[in-house]
T-cell receptor, first 113, second 113 residues
């Protein structure tokens, strides 16, 4: 079954700086991958989803992710961080065993003024 | 369209008691999953229901159980509560199919004292 690894449990950037959150997937090329975001005291919401249709995926709030088969990666980026981007971000592989969605370990993003 | 609704939002229980949490999925969504989120363990999959049947189960003791009703609403029950059961419990619903997005409720914050 597919799994993902998120590198860095905590990332801190300054406001206006580049945001880079790392996610690597295992084994074969997945048909799709997800990034979810969780704001404090909230549930998760979909940030963006990769399908085989395009390797560069644009999501909400200015985030995007590029699927790189050669690096087995699906890193999340945003050119300029905003204070409101402070949240926890989760990468997730395709559903296992029908409907079992297993998330990565999560990366907490802090944004300094 | 109403989102996923979880009730109650907050709950305080005493060790040894039992608790029932409720989740109303988005209309038309027949798959409902439950997750436990704690600072130390991250997001852990509890179980998934589809059409009133448990389709997947995570690695949790038998004290954790759930069910789904014919209208797709789901409940999860935790018996003989332990301090370590304190967590945010999240419910997610989705339309059946490969690569469909999971929609999350805001969660129930359970504190066991």
């Amino acid at each position: 079954a597919q799994s993902v690894t998120q590198l860095g449990s905590h990332v801190s950037v300054s406001e206006g700086a580049l945001v880079l959150l790392r996610c690597n997937y295992s084994s074969s090329v997945p048909p799709y991958l997800f990034w979810y975001v969780q704001y404090p005291n909230q549930g998760l919401q979909l940030l963006l989803k990769y399908t085989s249709a395009a390797t560069l995926v644009k999501g909400i709030n200015g985030f995007e992710a590029e699927f790189k088969k050669s690096e087995t990666s699906f890193h999340l980026t945003k050119p300029s961080a905003h204070m409101s981007d402070a949240a926890e971000y989760f990468c997730a592989p395709p559903y296992n065993q029908g409907g079992k969605l297993i998330f990565g370990q999560g990366t907490e993003l802090s944004v300094k003024p | 369209k109403a989102g996923v609704t979880q009730t109650p939002r907050y709950l305080i229980k005493t060790r040894g008691q039992q608790v029932t949490l409720s989740c109303s999925p988005i209309s038309g969504h027949r798959s409902v999953s439950w997750y436990q989120q704690t600072p130390g363990q991250g997001l852990q999959f509890l179980f998934e229901y589809f059409s009133e049947t448990q389709r997947n189960k995570g690695n949790f003791p038998g004290r954790f159980s759930g069910r789904q009703f014919s209208n797709s609403r789901s409940e999860m029950n935790v018996s003989t509560l332990e301090l370590g059961d304190s967590a945010l419990y999240l419910c997610a619903s989705r339309v059946e199919g490969q690569g469909t997005e999971a929609f999350f409720g805001q969660g129930t914050r359970l504190t066991v004292v």
